[in-house]
């Protein structure tokens, strides 16, 4: 084998190695992005459950019957 086959094959090597690295770094953001779209669905839920007033300010709570 002479010395510009071993490079040939030296680089063919390194670009096999980057595009599996490539695609484990695709999965990785493919996932995030899920995981960031259920959190943004999580807390726009959050958010209208704390904006629809479903619990009332302190003043205009009636008092339990024990008082």
Not at 20 to 38: A, R, S, T
Not at 40 to 53: A, C, H
Request: net charge negative; no cysteine.
């Amino acid at each position: 084998m002479t010395e510009i086959e071993q490079r040939f094959i030296n680089i063919e090597t390194a670009i096999a190695n980057q595009d599996k690295i490539i695609d484990d770094l695709n999965q990785v953001v493919i996932m995030q992005g899920k995981q960031i779209d259920n959190l943004i669905r999580q807390n726009q839920y959050l958010l209208s459950v704390l904006e629809s007033d479903s619990v009332k300010p302190q003043s205009e709570e009636t008092p339990p019957p024990h008082y």
